[in-house]
C-alpha cells in the first residue's frame, strides 16, 4: 500500500489497477487529493482506477464535478474507473447529477477489482 | 414602589395627577426613568413629541418617581415657560431652579421646590457638605451675571448641574418645552446652546420638543447623535384615551357619558392636551357632558373663549406678533383650507402678509413645526392640523374677517359640530374595520402566497361557500404561487393625481411603487395601482372598465414603465368583469380574499427570519473555509436526529446545508467572511436559512446563481452550479429571501410520519 505523497490519501495497486481511497468529506480539497493520485497512478501505467468510498460520509458537489474530471482524464487515457463502496445516500446523488452514467458501480473493492479482472462480469450498481 | 408603605409615603412634588391617574405612557415613562440610570451616563434623550401630545406631565411623573426614589439620581425638571423672553432670563431660571431642587433633594423637603427663593436663601439652606461649592456657584454666578457676557452667562447657568461633585450624586436634568427656547430674543440662540451645553456635559439628560423642532435643534448644535437616543410621542390610542377621559372625568367630578367619551377621544384626535383642558373646562363651568349637545355646546364655548382659545391665540402670537398681522394670516389659512387644493403657493401668502422674508419664514416655519401646515419650500398643505384648530380658524374668520354676529357664528359652530359628530364617530367606527390599503401594501416584502388570492374568478370556483377550513386546507394544496414584490413607498392616488380625489378616499386607492423579487434594479422595478372598490354586489364589467381605464390613463400620465393593477371589492366581480380584468392580467381580490392574503402575509412574516424567537431556534456563525461548512452539517444532524428524522433524510439535509454554505462563500465575495446559519425546528417541519453578507447574486431565484464578478474558466466550474440543483432535490422548499446584500436561502425539510 503507497501513501501518496504529502497527502492522506492511501493507495496501492493491484497489477495495473490503481484503488485509491477517498476521505470521509469528498470536497474540493480531498477531490483533488484523489484526482492527484489517480492522475500518477495512471502515469504510473495503471489501466483501471478503483475509487473507494468505503470510508466516506459525505459528498459535496464540488467533490463530485471533480470526480466526473477524474473520470474524463481516465477516459482518455484509456482507463477504466469503478466506484466502490458507495454509500446509499452518494449513490443517490451521484444519480442526481448523472455520475451513474458514465462510471460503473461495485459493492466493494473486492468486486470491483473481480469486474476488472474479469471484464466479461457486468459491474453491479447498487 | 411596591410595598404599601412606599405608595403611602410617595410625595407628589411636580405631578399635577397621582400616579395612578396618569393614564397611558408607561413604556415612556419607564423610558425616560431609565435614561437616569448609570449605564445612560452621557447620554441625553430627545422626547419628539407630536404637538399636544402633552410631554409635560410624564416628565413631572418621571421627576416624582426619581425623587421618591432616593436615589444617587437628582432630578432636575425644568420647563420653558412663555413668560421668558430672552435666552438669559430662562437661563437664569434655569439656575435658580437647578438649585432649589439640589437642595430640595437634599434636603430631602420637596416643598422647598415650590418656595420663592432667592439665590441667597439658597446658600443659606444649602446642606453643610455642598455648602462650599453653592457658596463659590452662586458667586462666580454674580461675577459672570456683569461681565455684559451674555452667551458665557447663558452656558454658566445652563452648565450649573456640572458642578454638583459626584459625591453629592449625579444630577438628571428633563428640560421641557424645547420649543419655546426658540423664540427668546436676545443675542444667544437658546435652543442649540441647550443642547450643546448639555449633550457635551457628560451627564444624561432628557429634552423634550415638537418632533419636527428638536432634531433641527440638535442638528443646528452639530450633536453627536451618536450620544443622543430619541423616543417619539404620539397621541394616545383609542383604549389608552378613553381611559384618560374616565379617570379625568371622574377625577374633576364631570358626568359622562360614554357616547361623549368616545366622541372627546375622536374630536380631539386622542390628544391627552385637549382632552385634559376640556374636561378641566367642563368642571369650571360645572357642566355635564352626557350628550353630543353638552359637549358640543362646551367645545364652542372653549373655542371662542376658553382654554383652546387661548392655545391657539398663544400659537398665534408667537409667529404673528401684531393684531394686524394675526387676522391677516386667519385670513390666508382659511382661505386655503377652504379652497380645495391641497398645496398651496406660499408666496402668494407672503404677498398678502406684506412681511419680510425672513419675518414669513419665521411663520411658516412655526405653522410647519406645530404641524398646521406641512411646509415644503414653495408650496404647503393645510388640509393638516387637528379639527379644532380649523375650527378656530373658521370662527375667527367670520367674526373678525367677515364680522359676522357673534351669535350667528356661535349657532352655527354648534350646528356643524353637532351634523359632524356622528360622521366622526362614523368614520371611527368604519376605519376600526377597515383594511387600510396603504398597510396592505406596505407589507408586501417578497413573501410567496396562493395566486389564487390576486384571481377573484378561480377563487370563487374553488372557495365559493366553503367554510374557513375548507378554504384553508384547500390553500395549504395550491400548487400556483405568486410571489409578492417588496414596496417601497405607498401614496393615495391623489398624491399622484389630484382629480383622484374626485372619485375615491384617498385610503381607498393607492400606488405602490415596489420591486420584484426584492432587487433593485430596473426590470424588476414595477407600480401597483391599487383601488379598494365599496360595492355591495359584485363589481360588474362597467365599473370594472372604468377603473381598469382610470388606472392605465394614471400610469400612461406618470409614465409608469411596468406596471400592476389590483382591484379589491366586497363581494368580488361578475364573470363578465372577470373575463375583462383577466384579459389584461388584473389582479382581482375580493375582502375574504384580502383577509385570508394578510392573514399568510401575517404569517410569513411571522416565519421570516429576524430575530430569535422562541426556544426552537438556533444560530450560527461561521468563518468561511475551512470545511467549516461540516459544523453546519453536524448541527443540523443533531437536531435532525431530535426530530426523528430518517438516516437518509438527514444526510440529505447535511448535504443540502453543505451546498448552501459552499454557495454563500463561493459568489458572496463577502468581506468580513461569515456564514449565518439559522436552524428553526416547527412541529412539522426543519427550516435551515444560510445566510451571508456581500454581493447580491445576478440570478437569485433562477436555477441557479452567480455573482456577476464570478469568470472562472476552470473546467470544473462547468460543472459546478450543481449545488442549488442538488439543493432543490434534496429539500422540500428551497427560497431565496430578499436581502439587501448578500443571500439568504430558506430551505424547508417536512417530517415524515413514516419517520422512525
Known amino acids: 500500500m503507497d501513501i501518496s505523497s504529502g497527502a492522506l490519501i492511501k493507495s496501492h495497486c493491484v497489477g495495473t489497477i490503481a484503488v485509491v481511497y477517498a476521505s470521509d468529506y469528498l470536497n474540493k480539497l480531498t477531490g483533488e487529493k484523489i484526482e492527484r493520485e489517480c492522475r500518477r497512478q495512471l502515469d504510473s501505467g495503471c489501466r483501471a482506477l478503483v475509487i473507494d468510498f468505503a470510508d466516506t460520509q459525505l459528498v459535496n458537489s464540488i467533490g463530485i464535478s471533480i470526480l466526473l474530471g477524474i473520470i474524463d ?19 443517490e446523488l451521484f444519480q442526481m447529477l448523472g455520475l451513474t452514467r458514465h462510471v460503473a458501480l461495485a459493492k466493494n473493492e473486492q468486486e470491483a477489482l473481480s469486474d476488472l479482472t474479469h471484464p466479461d462480469a457486468t459491474p453491479t450498481i447498487h | 414602589m411596591t410595598s404599601s408603605s412606599a405608595i403611602d409615603n410617595f410625595r407628589r412634588v411636580f405631578g399635577r395627577v397621582p400616579r395612578h391617574d396618569f393614564i397611558g405612557r408607561t413604556s415612556e415613562f419607564e423610558r425616560v426613568v431609565e435614561q437616569a440610570s448609570s449605564a445612560n451616563a452621557g447620554r441625553g434623550l430627545l422626547l419628539l413629541m407630536e404637538p399636544a401630545a402633552g410631554v409635560s406631565e410624564l416628565l413631572r411623573q418621571s421627576y416624582d418617581y426619581l425623587f421618591n426614589r432616593r436615589s444617587e439620581v437628582i432630578p432636575i425638571y425644568f420647563a420653558f415657560t412663555r413668560h421668558e423672553t430672552t435666552a438669559v432670563s430662562a437661563a437664569i431660571e434655569f439656575l435658580n431652579s437647578f438649585l432649589q431642587q439640589y437642595i430640595a433633594f437634599s434636603r430631602n423637603e420637596p416643598a422647598l421646590c415650590h418656595s420663592t427663593l432667592t439665590l441667597q436663601d439658597l446658600v443659606e439652606l444649602a446642606p453643610p457638605t455642598d455648602l462650599a461649592w453653592i457658596d463659590q456657584l452662586v458667586q462666580t454666578y454674580s461675577r459672570v451675571r456683569f461681565s455684559n457676557d451674555n452667551k458665557e452667562l447663558v452656558r454658566f447657568c445652563l452648565s450649573a448641574p456640572q458642578r454638583v461633585p459626584p459625591r453629592a450624586g449625579r444630577p438628571f436634568v428633563m428640560l421641557d418645552g424645547a420649543q419655546l427656547a426658540e423664540d427668546m430674543n436676545g443675542s444667544v440662540v437658546l435652543g442649540p446652546e441647550l443642547l450643546r451645553v448639555f449633550s457635551r456635559s457628560g ?22 447623535f451618536e450620544s443622543l437616543d430619541m423616543l417619539r410621542l404620539q397621541q394616545l390610542s383609542t383604549e389608552e384615551a378613553h381611559l384618560l377621559v374616565d379617570h379625568v372625568a371622574l377625577r374633576q367630578q364631570v358626568p359622562t357619558s360614554r357616547e361623549v367619551r368616545d366622541l372627546l377621544v375622536q374630536q380631539f384626535g386622542g390628544s391627552p392636551f385637549f382632552i385634559s383642558s376640556f374636561l378641566q373646562a367642563a368642571r369650571e363651568k360645572n357642566t355635564a357632558l352626557v350628550s353630543y349637545l353638552d359637549c358640543e355646546r362646551l367645545y364652542v364655548d372653549e373655542l371662542l373663549g376658553g382654554h383652546l382659545r387661548h392655545y391657539f391665540d398663544d400659537l398665534l402670537e408667537e409667529m404673528a406678533p401684531t393684531l394686524e398681522l394675526r387676522l391677516a394670516l386667519i385670513r390666508v389659512l382659511w382661505e386655503a383650507v377652504t379652497s380645495n387644493e391641497e398645496l398651496t403657493s406660499v408666496e402668494a401668502w407672503r404677498k398678502r402678509l406684506q412681511v419680510a422674508a425672513a419675518d414669513f419664514e419665521g411663520i411658516l416655519h412655526h405653522l410647519h413645526i406645530y404641524e398646521l401646515i406641512n411646509w415644503s419650500g414653495p408650496s404647503a398643505d393645510v388640509t393638516t392640523g387637528p379639527q379644532p384648530w380649523k375650527d378656530y380658524l373658521k370662527a375667527n374668520y367670520r367674526l373678525n374677517i367677515l364680522s359676522e354676529p357673534r351669535a350667528l357664528v356661535v349657532a352655527d359652530t354648534i350646528s356643524d359640530s353637532l351634523k359632524r359628530a356622528p360622521r366622526t364617530m362614523a368614520r371611527h367606527y368604519k376605519e376600526l374595520e377597515r383594511i387600510g390599503l396603504r398597510e396592505v401594501l406596505n407589507q408586501f416584502d417578497c413573501q410567496r402566497v396562493p395566486d389564487v388570492l390576486f384571481d377573484y374568478s378561480g377563487f370563487a370556483e374553488k372557495y365559493k361557500g366553503a367554510s374557513d377550513n375548507e378554504i384553508k386546507s384547500g390553500l395549504e394544496s395550491e400548487t400556483e404561487f405568486r410571489k409578492l414584490p417588496q414596496t417601497v413607498h405607498v401614496a393615495s392616488c391623489s398624491s399622484f393625481n389630484s382629480e383622484m380625489r374626485q372619485v375615491c378616499e384617498a385610503e381607498k386607492c393607492v400606488v405602490a411603487h415596489c420591486f420584484d423579487e426584492g432587487t433593485y434594479d430596473d426590470t424588476q422595478e414595477v407600480v401597483w ?22 388606472f392605465d390613463s394614471l400610469g400612461q400620465t406618470l409614465g409608469i414603465g411596468r406596471q400592476q393593477i389590483w382591484l379589491i371589492s366586497n363581494e368580488g366581480f361578475s364573470s363578465e368583469a372577470c373575463a375583462f380584468l383577466a384579459a389584461r392580467s388584473v389582479a382581482t381580490t375580493s375582502k375574504r380574499q384580502l383577509e385570508i392574503l394578510l392573514n399568510q402575509i401575517g404569517d410569513a412574516s411571522q416565519n421570516a427570519p429576524g430575530h430569535l424567537n422562541n426556544a426552537d431556534e438556533f444560530l450560527i456563525v461561521v468563518p468561511m473555509g475551512e470545511e467549516n461548512e461540516l459544523l453546519a452539517a453536524n448541527t443540523v444532524e443533531h437536531i435532525a436526529r431530535r426530530l426523528k428524522f430518517k438516516p437518509a433524510e438527514i444526510n440529505q439535509l447535511k448535504t443540502a446545508v453543505v451546498e448552501a454554505c459552499i454557495n454563500a462563500a463561493e459568489h458572496s465575495h463577502s468581506p468580513e467572511r461569515k456564514i449565518y446559519q439559522r436552524f428553526r425546528v416547527e412541529s412539522d417541519k426543519l427550516v435551515v436559512t444560510i445566510s451571508s453578507r456581500g454581493i447580491v447574486p445576478t440570478n437569485v431565484g433562477s436555477g441557479s446563481i452567480s455573482s456577476s464578478t464570478n469568470n472562472n474558466d476552470d473546467v470544473a466550474d462547468e460543472r459546478r452550479g450543481w449545488g442549488l440543483k442538488l439543493i432543490r432535490s434534496l429539500m422540500d422548499e428551497v427560497e431565496f429571501e430578499r436581502v439587501d446584500e448578500g443571500t439568504s436561502l430558506r430551505m424547508t425539510k417536512y417530517i415524515r410520519n413514516s419517520a422512525g
Not at chain 1, 481516465?74 to 449513490?91: C, L, W
Open chain 1, 73 to 91: 482524464i481516465a477516459e482518455k487515457n484509456g482507463a477504466k474507473v469503478i466506484f466502490a463502496d458507495v454509500n446509499n445516500q452518494t449513490v
Open chain 2, 203 to 224: 451627564s444624561s439628560f432628557v429634552l423634550a420638543g415638537l418632533r419636527r423642532q428638536v432634531l433641527n435643534a440638535a442638528r443646528e448644535a452639530e450633536c453627536n
Open chain 2, 529 to 550: 395601482f391599487v383601488a379598494y372598490i365599496e360595492a355591495k354586489l359584485e363589481v360588474d364589467v362597467e365599473l370594472a372598465t372604468i377603473w381598469y381605464d382610470r
